[in-house]
């Protein structure tokens, strides 16, 4: 048996040392560049937020788009982590490949807001996931338990797409 074929075979490190080399790798890796790697990380936000704040169709882009902003800027930062330097030509590219598959995810992503949207008709009715979806949220009339109730609806089925979107991106997975 060659050395990789055991290697692989061999145990590996307990998960408990697998999960601290990995926050020693970020904070490695934030740390070789403190600014740049902040200033990504605020794209998607800011996206959103410029999005959401566009009347009626706001709040259904930004949940299509943001997941899109949010692969670049994990293109760049594997990019960094694999070369040492930003490059946003090699993450637009890699963007660009993967974006049939990456606009399946957005998609899906869109499905949890549906699936939301549908927990707040099922609270109230068919006005109020309406109001939500337009982000009239003066005129929602939902309590803030209810609201509260709408917005935590997405934690399962957002969980379980939490690590599609990089496995489609970094690994080419369709």
Known sequence: MDVAARLTLAPSHS???TFIG???GAWRL???APAGIFTLSLLPIL???ALQAVPDAGIASSKLLTPLASAWVLAMLDSRARTGRFAPAQAGRLWLARL???LLVSLLLVGVFAFQLLVAAAIGDGAHALRLAVGDFS???LSRSQLAIVLASGVVPGSLLM???PRVLLDGIG
């Open 30 to 32: 934030f740390r070789s």
């Open 139 to 141: 005129a929602l009339g």
């Open 15 to 17: 998960p408990v040392q």
């Open 22 to 24: 990995w926050m020693l």
């Open 163 to 165: 690590f599609v979107g």
């Open 100 to 102: 049939p598959q990456l």
């Open 47 to 49: 996206l959103e937020s």
